[in-house]
């Protein structure tokens, strides 16, 4: 039977299906969950259900997730096994089956399905899970000399508290030639290759370590496919796969190296293999190169790309091409990557072109760190070149021997580990940051359930109150209530305000936040004493606000379609804030807009909005909801039933906020301002109805101010503007002659203070490149040999320039070196011309002269010559 990667994925999914596994679609890259930069395993999608948040919707689910990690980044490349960008395959009960069953499928289909022979699988357990051991004697037959009793590595867990339990893992015996024997405990890491992992949640964790025993165990296994694949290809890495073969014989191809199975060549080869799978993937599935967060990891895998590119001799752009190959080769089981081809091209020559400006800073860092004086090049310098500029750390080694230099490796090392502890930190993060009220909040949900939302409905409602608890500011309270008419923020909608009342006793809301559990938290003052847990109170959202709101949060979604009509399908969400007096939109988008495209933007979102289009708001599933086209919302977490917004034939998007019911109602719509806020993500900012017309009226008074001012009308503004700047213009070009001429003469009366080929003088108020020039012209002739001039600014700063002949053993660097000091600050230049800037202008005297002595330096020795 002949395997790859497509009949794996199938042959995983068929199974598990065939045994009441329900598939579930794979999340992208970018995962939903909060705190989480990227999806890091199979288990992500699964948390809620994991933790008790949410109820799963089914008993049993399967998937083959897309995952990528950059927590051993710097062994990639260097052994057989490892990746950034990786397939999770994964089975899941939810207080379903348990240890027996999972130990039964895992074996099953490792053995029967995939035909891999049982004499050559290791497995290991928990030194706690005797339960574990036995079952894989018993159900899988494996002998005992081929279970291996394992320590903390063994044992799973979410965070410091919260489910966790024992993990059993699978293990292939690769043969003597890859290593020591001893199993996987003892033996050879390449040899005994790890290729499925059963995670068994009994427990779950308290805040004081004890452990108690779940109610109802769940089941997370993880199995590599890549890791999969090799074996069942016969292959000795996953490099030598499917999977990533092809990739490294196109780069082998381009770049035409020529000794590819050389170390160093296959190294940079497999790097460029693992990372253009990542970069393809991550750029479809919404992520942008910049300099924080998700974008700066995709940032530093192009650069690390494009450096080996360079390395191996290629001087083209790569990683476009690369990205191009991967959505070529993996366009059966991931269509969308064809779909984003341009996309993916487009931004990978952009950055790649950026990178090749980028790596001759480094490249600078890198020179002028090596010409110190010292025999080592310390670890901070290192770090920061690979860490900023993408060079690896060989690479810095490399270059510093051919200096006769060694790098500290140690002090690099440090750097390194601590920047791997930050990324092991992001991999805790599956469980919550916020623990405010956590316990308190978990207590009401079990006794009362999740706060019955109401704010689809009415502004009005009656409730009980469950629960007031203090705020984080001095006088602020959170009430807590068994329903509520406030929409609690979310999906970028801001929080309701309003008013709470009962029997004398009013509670000003000024904020309405969905805490854990579902549980709303309105948050603000009272105006009495605070209402008693059971009191039945009055709630009253500010109608007008929500008015406001609504009209705000159904015009980002016309805003977001059109975006995506103009600019293209790669526009996606990155981030909103809909507020009763305005909207803002971030969004993915390489370049500003043009005017035409804003106009063409404002002109479709008022066209439909005049077309007065029903709003229709309905609920189905999420997977019924997608296949309708419709589009998730950036940061928002859907469950299995999904609200659904739909304005007109315009624009369906999955929003649990609240919205007009007919677009008319919004008004005009326009955009106030569109902007950068990092690399490859913009932002506008728009108002609709009333707020439109109060920001047109501001507008009109400032163009009418302005057309005052310069005493004319509104209409004739911008000729009025025109005039004003040609006569500015003009006004710079006399200034500009005028000066010319001044330094004309100064240089000529400058020439007659000279003494014996030297001119030492000080004249104020001249900027660095005007000294410049003057001791330039100055130094032209052949009356003088060494010319400094020293000038005081106006701001209290100091500048300084000379220039020399330099055959009559003359260096202007030297020169300015030996005062730079005296003036606080520093220069540099060449031999011939120098400058140099400061701040202590009371030192100005005691430099010049330091500087006439300099000079005569030289007299006095030419003269006992």
């Excluded at 900023?388 to 490796?409: C, N, R, S, W």
């Amino acid at each position: 039977m002949s395997w790859n990667a497509t009949k794996l994925r199938t042959s995983f999914i068929k199974y598990f299906s065939d045994n009441a596994h329900e598939p579930v679609e794979p999340w992208p890259l970018v995962p939903p969950e909060e705190g989480l930069l990227f999806t890091i395993a199979g288990m992500v999608p699964f948390k809620p259900y994991f933790t008790g948040e949410k109820k799963a919707p089914f008993s049993r689910a399967t998937s083959i997730q897309r995952c990528f990690r950059m927590l051993d980044i710097e062994l990639v490349g260097t052994t057989a096994r490892h990746n950034t960008f990786f397939e999770m395959l994964g089975n899941f009960s939810f207080g379903d089956y348990f240890k027996e069953e999972a130990i039964s499928y895992a074996w099953e289909f490792v053995t029967e399905i995939l035909g891999l022979d049982p004499e050559k699988l290791w497995v290991t357990v928990h030194e706690s899970d005797a339960d574990s051991a036995n079952i894989w004697k018993t159900v899988a037959r494996v002998p005992d000399e081929r279970i291996q009793i394992m320590g903390e590595d063994n044992f799973w867990k979410m965070g410091n508290t919260g489910p966790c339990g024992p993990c059993s893992e699978i293990y292939f015996d690769k043969g003597e030639r890859f290593g020591q024997p001893g199993g996987p405990k003892y033996g050879g890491e390449d040899r005994f290759v790890e290729i499925w992992n059963l995670v068994f949640m009994q427990y779950e964790r308290l805040a004081d370590g004890q452990l108690i025993p779940l109610p109802k165990p769940s089941i997370d296994t993880g199995a590599g496919l890549e890791r999969i694949v090799a074996l069942l290809e016969g292959v000795d890495s996953v490099f030598d796969t499917c999977l990533l073969k092809p990739i490294i014989d196109h780069a082998a191809e381009l770049t035409k190296v020529s000794d590819p199975d050389a170390k160093d060549s296959v190294i940079a080869l497999r790097i460029l293999a693992d990372h253009a799978r990542a970069m393809a993937f991550l750029i479809s599935d919404g992520v942008f190169p910049s300099n924080e967060g998700r974008g700066y990891v995709l940032r530093r895998i192009i650069r690390r790309a494009a450096l080996r590119a360079s390395y191996l001799g290629y001087d083209g752009l790569m990683t476009p091409k690369l990205g191009s190959f991967v959505a070529d080769l993996m366009k059966d089981s991931y269509p969308k990557l064809c779909e984003d081809r341009d996309l993916i091209i487009k931004i990978l020559t952009q950055e790649e072109e950026t990178f090749r400006r980028t790596l001759k800073s480094g490249e600078t860092l890198l020179q002028q760190a090596l010409k110190e004086d010292l025999d080592i090049l310390s670890g901070e310098v290192a770090f920061k070149l690979h860490d900023t500029y993408g060079f690896p750390i060989e690479l810095t080694v490399e270059m510093a021997h051919e200096k006769q230099k060694e790098v500290d490796l140690d002090a690099f090392s440090h750097l390194m580990e601590a920047q791997r502890d930050r990324a092991r930190a992001n991999r805790k993060q599956l469980a919550s940051n916020d623990t405010d009220h956590y316990e308190l909040l978990e207590k009401i949900s079990k006794d009362h359930g999740p706060t019955v939302p109401l704010w689809h409905g009415s502004t009005q409602a009656k409730a009980r109150v469950l629960e007031v608890l203090p705020a984080d500011k001095e006088n602020e309270y959170d009430v807590i209530l068994t329903s509520t008419c406030f929409y609690p923020e979310g999906g970028g909608q801001v929080g309701d305000k309003g008013r709470i009342a009962a029997a004398g006793t009013v509670f000003e809301v000024k904020d309405t936040q969905s805490g854990h559990f579902s549980v709303v938290l309105h948050r603000g003052v009272f105006k009495g004493n605070p209402f008693e847990p059971g009191t039945e109170v009055d709630l009253e959202a500010d109608e007008k606000l929500r008015a406001a709101t609504r009209k705000n949060h159904t015009a980002t979604h016309l805003l977001h379609a059109a975006l995506r009509q103009v600019l293209g399908p790669h526009v996606k969400q990155q981030g909103s804030l809909v507020a009763p007096d305005r909207l803002r939109f971030d969004f993915s988008h390489f370049a500003a807009l043009t005017e035409e495209e804003k106009i063409q933007i404002e002109n479709l979102v008022n066209e439909h909005i005049l077309l007065n289009a029903s709003v229709e708001i309905y609920e189905t599933t999420k997977r019924e909801a997608e296949e309708a086209g419709a589009m998730a919302f950036f940061g928002e977490k859907y469950g299995d039933r999904v609200r659904v917004v739909r304005a007109g034939d315009f624009s369906t998007e999955l929003c649990g906020g609240t919205h007009v019911s007919s677009l008319g109602t919004i008004g005009m719509f326009y955009i106030v301002s569109e902007a950068s806020i990092g690399a490859n993500t913009r932002r506008i900012e728009a108002t609709t109805g009333m707020n439109t017309l109060a920001e047109m009226r501001n507008t009109d008074f400032v163009l009418q101010e302005a057309a005052k001012k310069l005493h004319t009308s509104k209409d004739q503004l911008l000729p009025a503007l025109e005039k004003l700047e040609n006569a500015e213009a003009k006004a710079r070009q006399e200034a500009t002659r005028l000066k010319e001429l001044k330094t004309a003469e100064e240089i000529k009366r400058l020439e007659l203070l000279a003494e014996n080929g030297i001119l030492v003088v000080r004249a104020d108020n001249y900027q660095a490149d005007e000294l410049r020039a003057m001791v330039s012209k100055l130094s032209g002739g052949n009356k003088i040999d060494f010319v400094a001039i020293v000038s005081a600014q106006t701001d209290g700063k100091v500048s300084l320039a000379a220039a020399v002949n330099t055959g009559k053993g003359y260096n202007a660097k030297d020169a300015i070196n030996a005062v730079s000091a005296l003036l606080g600050g520093g220069g540099g230049g060449s031999p011939a011309l120098a400058v140099a800037g400061g701040k202590n202008t009371e030192n100005i005297a005691e430099a010049m002269d330091a500087l006439r002595s300099y000079a005569r330096s030289f007299i006095s020795a030419a003269e006992k010559d």
